[in-house]
């Protein structure tokens, strides 16, 4: 079985950082596309930032600047690192892979997701 695992949430005042960590384990060929989803209560979930296995990221523009998404191939880690955080990045945060299993089929994990709070 393949997992992601997230850790790295918490309370953090306005202007602050973080930063989130999403380890993927088990049994896969190759890991190949990883990205950060976020959702806050009563709203959908949004694309954050995604990393190719090659290192090619992609923003929302709301995060831009502020940001930061990077990846540790040989830990098969994925981090998220965020400053000058806002109320309005409060949500809980998913990580999300695509894979290939050991048939080569392309498949998708989403984290169990943790939480990020931005308040006073």
């Known amino acids: 079985q393949v997992q992601l695992v997230e850790s790295g949430g918490g309370l953090v005042q306005p202007g602050g950082s973080l930063r989130l960590s999403c380890t993927a384990s088990g049994s896969f060929f190759s890991i190949n596309d990883m990205g950060w989803y976020r959702q806050a209560p009563g709203d959908q979930r949004e694309l954050v930032a995604t990393i190719t296995r090659g290192g090619s990221t992609n923003y929302a523009d709301s995060v831009k600047g502020r940001f930061t998404i990077s990846r540790d191939n040989a830990k098969n880690t994925v981090y998220l690192q965020m400053n000058s955080l806002k109320p309005e990045d409060t949500a809980v945060y998913y990580c999300?892979?695509?894979?290939?299993?050991?048939?080569?089929?392309?498949?998708?994990?989403w984290g169990q997701g943790t939480l990020v709070t931005v308040s006073s």
């Open positions: 999300n892979a695509g894979y290939r299993d050991y048939s080569l089929r392309r498949l998708e994990l």
